[in-house]
């Protein structure tokens, strides 16, 4: 079973390497909750996260990445990560 209800703190996108077991144990210390959605152009995995889990995401993508709110598919927002040149996701 998952955790996403309306007081999970953060959904975070993710189309990249934190959707792997190994990067999110290294990073956050545990596996994270995910289900599938999708942001036009991508189809991947909504991570349930905890705001001091965000920040660590944070430290983990390179700067060439920007966190930015978006609306996927489903019509729930989340965080993703998004070229760093790029107006928009």
Not at 21 to 43: E, H, I, K, M, N
Not at 53 to 62: G, I, K, P, S, T
Request: aromatic share 10%; hydrophobic share 40%; proline share 4%.
């Amino acid at each position: 079973m998952t955790s996403f209800t309306a007081e999970t703190p953060e959904q975070l996108f993710s189309y990249g390497t934190l959707q792997q077991a190994d990067v999110q144990l290294a990073t956050f210390g545990r596996l994270l909750d995910s289900r599938p959605d999708q942001l036009p152009g991508y189809r991947l995995a909504l991570l349930a996260i905890s705001a001091d889990e965000l920040r660590q995401a944070d430290q983990y993508e390179v700067a060439a990445y920007r966190c930015e709110r978006v609306t996927l598919a489903s019509g729930m927002q989340a965080w993703a990560y998004v070229d760093a040149r790029d107006a928009t996701p």
